[in-house]
């Protein structure tokens, strides 16, 4: 089992969550996040005051999914997710050790 | 907190006693001041004149002026929209501009100090900046407002001056009227010491300041006796000696450019200067939390200014009127300027920068409204949203003072461009209305540019300098007593949660 970590632009979340559910995937976690990768950040003006804000918001998306799905999930997610531009995130994939499904105690691929 | 209680006693009470001491000076017996007298000086009030009818002494007694319903209406209703611009509009204009840490304070601050500043009005403020005294101070005749209504039952209202002779309204709604601007004056200040200041000693500068500024620069610039006390050409010296020192000079204040937002501006300048700046100042991001709530609140301050300003007119006249427009139009201007001027210079117009413009704009054209025409009001508009937005940039810069949301650089800054610029534009060759050279005819007129700039400029450089001396010695004592600043670990932490025990917001 893995688990896939991307991180996105907020507004392509629903992209990636229809492209998700569309091959299958059977759930996922969504955080709002902030960060900066090559983007960087940006600067903002109030009166005389300027801020450099350092990190920008994104969404964190997570699934757990079997093995073979892999190629498909990141496949997904790099078409829902790109808009060819700076800043459009990054696919991170973990090994996964174990899952559990709290109501019934399945554990391993069941429980996904 | 007792002590804190304690305090603010003893200093309301020294407010009571100082003036008392520089109010022996002048031989003539206090008088109602503010009170109409009616075309023969030997009635005296306007109320011992509807004695002296009703006993028919003086069979040559004229009726006392009655109050018009649309000037009553149109004041009691300008009455209510200051009070709006106090609370919410300047309280939500300041609390969007801090962090989200400190948005309870800074709404506090103000809420309690326009309760508290209304209160101490009631009690001797009025009675110290509007009845008769000496040229810096009022008397004591109004204590509580006594006298105001001298006889409920009977239905007997002291009645005060307006511009025009024979034309008065009901003292008290000039008292509660003042009382709104009186209040909103030391709710400006809040915003240069916003995020640091200790509540306690905000309410204890507040009730000394406005003692020792407020009330007497409102008793200079604005108290005289009004227009009926002229009644010959004889007595002008004398009637004029009893006006308020910036009065006498013949400095045009509308409605408060040097009363209100010099003297504000300047107050908080010093307190930022005295605070010193916030922890973190220059090195984390203090951006506004909120700007919504700043643009609402601007917003609201715009449509409050119309009491404001046509309401100083004190009539629902061609005055009311002038000032009406003028506010309307120089603030619009001074919105463009101030956005056009930020998106040439720092690329983007934001909207901070055009709430910040119109309320630029509303302070200069405040000592203009019903004295300039409209040429004055497109170039006061015009020029304060320039000026102001080096106010709060170079200006701020160059001062290095952490004046937390811009007080000194866009109320004084703004107050000093539209006093000074009243004195050139209220000339009727730029189609200014002149002002009243001659009040015992009533005849306008206009003594030159040059010369009514020099007043005007003597009536800002004194408001400045009052001002600046007496917010000094106020925050000091404050610091002596309570201590000005909070704790570092308290700042840190924001003072919603600290000074008030509740949280602007949850989840």
């Given amino acids: 089992m893995k688990l896939v970590t991307a991180i996105i632009k907020p507004f392509k979340l629903d992209e990636v969550r229809e492209a998700l559910s569309g091959i299958g995937v059977q759930g996922i976690t969504v955080t709002e996040v902030k960060g900066f990768g090559r983007q960087k950040g940006h600067t903002e003006l109030y009166r005389g005051a300027e801020y450099v804000v350092d990190f920008l918001p994104k969404v964190k998306v997570e699934a757990a999914i079997k093995n073979d799905m892999l190629e498909q999930v990141i496949e997904a997610i790099e078409k829902s997710a790109n808009t060819g531009k700076i800043g459009d995130g990054k696919i991170f994939v973990f090994d996964l050790e174990q899952v559990i499904r709290i109501r019934t105690g399945e554990v391993g691929a069941e429980a996904l | ?507």
């Fill in chain 2, 1 to 507: 907190m007792k002590r804190v209680f304690a305090l603010l006693a003893l200093v309301s009470a020294l407010g009571l006693i100082a003036p008392t001491v520089a109010q022996d000076k002048p031989a003539a017996p206090p008088t109602t001041a503010t009170e109409t007298t009616k075309a023969d000086a030997k009635a005296g009030t306007v109320t011992e004149a509807v004695k002296a009818e009703e006993k028919k002494a003086e069979a040559t007694a004229a009726p006392a002026p009655q109050p018009n319903k649309g000037d009553v209406a149109w004041m009691l209703t300008s009455t209510a929209l200051v009070l709006m611009m106090s609370i919410p509009a300047l309280a939500l204009f300041y609390g969007g501009m801090v962090r989200s840490k400190n948005m309870l304070s800074v709404l506090m601050q103000v809420f309690v100090t326009f309760s508290l500043i209304s209160v101490i009005w009631c009690i001797y403020g009025y009675s110290l900046a509007f009845t008769e005294g000496n040229a810096f101070f009022g008397g004591f005749d109004r204590l509580f407002l006594k006298g105001a209504i001298p006889d409920a039952l009977k239905g007997e209202y002291a009645m005060a001056a307006t511009f025009s002779k024979g034309v008065v309204i009901p003292e008290i709604v000039f008292v509660a009227f003042q009382a709104t601007f009186a209040a909103i004056t030391c709710c400006l200040i809040v915003g240069a010491f916003a995020e640091r200041m200790k509540f306690s000693a905000v309410l204890i500068f507040m009730v000394i300041w406005f003692t020792f500024s407020y009330a007497p620069i409102a008793h200079m610039v604005w108290f005289w006796m009004g227009p009926d006390a002229y009644t010959d050409p004889k007595v002008v010296d004398e009637v004029n000696a009893k006006a308020g020192l910036i009065w006498q000079w013949g400095a045009l204040d509308f409605a408060g450019g040097t009363v209100v937002h010099i003297n504000a501006g300047v107050a908080g300048l010093v307190g930022a200067y005295v605070l010193g700046k916030r922890v973190g100042w220059g090195r984390e991001a203090m951006s506004p939390h909120n700007l919504p709530l700043t643009m609402t609140g601007a917003a609201l301050l715009w449509v409050g200014w119309f009491g404001f300003n046509a309401g100083s007119a004190l009539e629902a006249g061609n005055s009311a009127a002038l000032a009406f427009i003028n506010t309307f139009l120089a603030t619009a201007c001074a919105v463009l300027s101030w956005s056009f001027l930020e998106w040439l210079f720092k690329g983007k117009p934001s909207m901070l920068g055009a709430a910040s413009g119109a309320v630029a704009g509303l302070v200069a054209i405040t000592p203009a409204a019903g004295n300039v025409g409209i040429p004055g009001a497109f170039v006061i508009g015009f020029a304060a949203g320039g000026l102001c937005l080096w106010g709060v940039n170079g200006l701020k810069r160059m001062l290095g003072a952490d004046d937390s949301l811009d007080v000194f650089g866009v109320h004084a800054v703004g107050g000093i461009l539209g006093a000074l610029l009243t004195g050139v534009f209220n000339s009727p060759d730029l189609g200014g209305p002149g002002l009243v050279v001659d009040w015992v005819t009533a005849k306008t007129g206009y003594p030159g540019i040059g010369e009514q700039l020099w007043i005007q400029f003597k009536g800002v450089i004194t408001t400045f300098v009052w001002s600046g001396v007496v917010a000094f010695i106020a925050y000091k004592i404050a610091d002596m007593v309570v201590g000005l600043r909070v704790a570092e670990e308290e700042e840190r932490e924001g003072l919603d949660t600290t000074y008030h025990g509740e949280a602007a917001y949850h989840g």
